[in-house]
């Protein structure tokens, strides 16, 4: 499967940013997804995930309350909307596929990586 995260941009302290994350393919459905970021001289961190048909989700606990992820699997789509960015959310944004119907929280349990996307909270 091939991922395309699109949607991240230059946003103040206190704002929101929707992630989208289109994937190719007919199987979408069958792969739990997840959200990732790394910041610059840092290792790549798990944000958010969410499993096969949306039911069950986990976040890092610094974004709980602020960051909600979801899917549309009848457009192989999956997004994270981000409200109350602060400038510690910058980073680059990744989406991944996990080709299991649970979600995970750990870098090494995914199969598929999207290019990223950047995000840039200003003070």
């Known amino acids: 499967v091939q991922l395309q995260a699109s949607g991240g941009g230059l946003v103040q302290a206190g704002g929101s940013l929707r992630l989208s994350c289109a994937a190719s393919?007919?199987?979408?459905?069958?792969?739990?997804m997840g959200w990732f970021r790394q910041a610059p001289g840092k290792e790549r961190e798990f944000v958010a995930a969410i499993n096969w048909n949306g039911a069950t989700t986990y976040y890092k606990e610094s974004v709980k309350g602020r960051f909600t992820i979801s899917r549309d699997n009848t457009k192989s789509t999956v997004y994270l909307q981000m409200d109350s960015l602060k400038p510690e959310d910058t980073a680059v944004y990744y989406c991944?596929?996990?080709?299991?119907?649970?979600?995970?929280?750990?870098?090494?349990?995914?199969?598929?990586w999207g290019l990223g996307t950047q995000v840039t909270v200003s003070s």
């Open positions: 991944a596929a996990r080709i299991y119907p649970g979600a995970a929280q750990l870098t090494n349990e995914y199969n598929y």
């Open positions: 393919g007919r199987t979408f459905s069958r792969y739990s």
